[in-house]
Structure formats: C-alpha cells, structure tokens
Nanobody
Framework: QVQLVESGGGLVQAGGSLRLSCAAS????????MGWFRQAPGKERECVAA????????YHVDSVKGRFTISRDNAKNTMYLQMNSLKPEDTAVYYC???????????????????WGQGTQVTVSS
C-alpha cells in the first residue's frame, strides 16, 4: 500500500505560479511510477504529467508544455508539479497517482494507477 497526500493548491491570478507536492508513504517510493491528473467540473479526469520512477522519463500533456514541470525527489518520497503562467483553464482538482512499475515506465492512463491522493484544488482567476 502507498499513501499519497497532495499539498500546494490554492487561488492564484492568471499568470501566477504554484508548486504542488505529493508526499508518499508506506512503500519504497522509488519503485513507483507517478503522475499528476486533474479534473475540472463537468470534464473527464486527464493526465497532466507523468514521470518514471527513475525520473529519467517524463510526459506533459500538450496544453501544459512549457508551463508545467513534473519532478520527483526519491530521497524525500515526494513528487512535484511546478506550474507557471497559470491560466483560468488550469482550474481543477489536481490528484497525484502512483503505481508499481519498471524503472522506465511513464504511465498516462487512469486505469494504470492503483493509488491516488485525495486531491488539491487549484483555482486560477482571470
């Protein structure tokens, strides 16, 4: 079992920045591929970014490329999502997810993850 706790969400003006954190406990964090998903009201949950457990492989959805950066610190059992140049359309509940995987795997589908955090709200005002 892996327990995940997100933090860092909040209210920010368009153009601002936030850094989300996902703290993991319970298992060897470095054996888990990780991802950030978001869900806006009335929309499906989408993968925003994902990272392999080695950190060498990453994925960012096109809408956030150049603005968001996923990273992880295995020594601190924490994954991050640095969000810059935020837009109102980035408003959503952001979830982190984890799944045991091979070192190079970057997982981008909800169905690939068994472990989820409770979510943190990000609201971007125009």
């Amino acid at each position: 079992q892996v327990q995940l706790v997100e933090s860092g969400g909040g209210l920010v003006q368009a153009g601002g920045s936030l850094r989300l954190s996902c703290a993991a406990s319970g298992r060897t964090f470095s054996n888990y591929a990780m991802g950030w998903f978001r869900q806006a009201p009335g929309k499906e949950r989408e993968c925003v970014a994902a990272i392999s457990w080695s950190g060498s492989g990453t994925y960012h959805v096109d809408s956030v490329k150049g603005r968001f950066t996923i990273s992880r610190d295995n020594a601190k059992n924490t994954m991050y999502l640095q969000m810059n140049s935020l837009k109102p359309e980035d408003t959503a509940v952001y979830y982190c997810a984890a799944e045991l995987a091979v070192r190079w795997a970057v997982l981008t589908r909800q169905s690939e993850y068994d472990y989820w955090g409770q979510g943190t709200q990000v609201t971007v005002s125009s």
